[in-house]
Structures are given as C-alpha cells and as structure tokens.
C-alpha cells in the first residue's frame, strides 16, 4: 500500500512536532504548516490524503480556510479539524462545511489514530457547505447521527451537556421554535424547558426564524 500523505496545520510548533512524531511512527508522510497561509501554498502544489487542520489560529482561522477549500473546488481530501476551545456548535459548523471529524484537545492517542484512518478510508464527506443555506439549515437524520457521535468519548457528564445541546438545538429547529411542542416532545414543563435552554445557552428562535440562534 503507498505511503499516505498527511498535512498538519496548527500554529503551536508542540503540537505540529508531536503529531507529527506519533504519524510518523504509524507509516504515515508528513507535510507541516505553521499557519492557513502555508497550507494554502501546499494544496495549490499537493493533494494530500488527509489534513489536519488546528481552528483557532492568528492569520486565518481554520473554519475559514475549510470554506475556502471548498469554494474553490480543493476539498478534495479529508480534514479533521482539531481545537483546545471546542464546543458541540464549533464541531456542528465544522461538520456542515465538509469536515470528517472533530478532535478536541488534548488529543487522546487511540482517537487521534482511529479518527484518521476512518477519515482517510472514508474519504470527502457528502455534506458540506456547497449546499444551498436553506438545505443546509435542514439538519438531516445522517447529519445528526454523525453529529451525536461526536461526545462519546467525553467523560459521561460532558458527553450529557453535549447531547442536550445538540437535541435541544435540533427540535429548536425542527419545530421553528415552538416551545410547546418541544416541552411536550421531550416529556418536560415548558419552565423547566425554559430554564434547560438558558442553562446551555440556547436562545429561542424569533417568530418565524429557522435559524438556531
């Protein structure tokens, strides 16, 4: 089998060098960038058979990098996106744009191994942000069992935080906002449902939005 190319992105040289040590070990070719500006330089050149892309960095973040990559037809390859800061919308974004994974740091060594070689033998996702807003504001059934897929590997109170951001924020939307009809779906008093909401910081929609807030 040929060697699988791998190019990571983060602007901490730590976490470049111990990436790419541990990927190096496991058979992988490693490509480094310090930053969106020399990772663009490289897809212009290469293609790479998967890309590590850290978020939070100082020129251009990485969301915005993964969006330019697709406007301009170069998502041809997998991305995982990587965050020390991540939420469940962080990730829940990323995965609408096009990206294959999202790994929180500090990164545990068995996910970080396992999330590449699923991301490179699975290849580009369907779902990405070349899709109309109004399909993509329709968070369908396969989006969403990806999307819940994310928390189980947290520490079972987080993964419970998560879940409930992401099923309260579904039927938000779902519903178009209709706080009655989520009270009575999820089987809670409409108070309750208030408090729930406020607690994970979801804003309830404005009268004939179908934007989550």
Request: a negative charge; glycine letters at 6%.
């Amino acid at each position: 089998m040929a060697t699988k190319n791998i190019l990571v992105v983060d602007d901490e040289v730590g976490i470049r060098e111990l990436l790419s040590e541990i990927l190096f070990d496991e058979g992988y070719r490693i490509h480094l960038a310090e930053n969106a500006t020399q990772a663009r330089h490289f897809r212009e050149q290469h293609v790479p058979d998967l890309v590590l892309l850290d978020i939070w960095m100082p020129d251009t973040d990485g969301l915005t990098l993964l969006k330019e990559w697709v406007e301009r037809d170069q998502l041809t390859m997998p991305v995982i996106m990587m965050s020390g800061h991540g939420t469940i919308e962080t990730a829940m974004e990323a995965m609408r744009i096009g990206a294959s994974d999202f790994l929180e740091k500090p990164i545990a060594l068995q996910k970080l191994l396992a999330s590449v070689e699923k991301a490179i033998q699975h290849g580009v996702p369907a779902i990405g942000s070349h899709k109309p807003q109004e399909s993509r504001s329709k968070i369908s059934d396969s989006e969403v069992r990806t999307q819940m897929s994310l928390p189980l590997d947290l520490p079972l109170r987080e993964a419970r935080e998560h879940f409930d951001s992401l099923y309260f924020n579904y039927q938000m939307q779902k519903e178009n906002g209709n706080i009655s009809r989520i009270a009575e779906k999820a089987g809670i008093e409409r108070t309750h449902l208030y408090r729930k909401l406020k607690q994970l910081g979801i804003k309830p929609l404005k009268k004939g939005s179908s934007d989550i807030q």
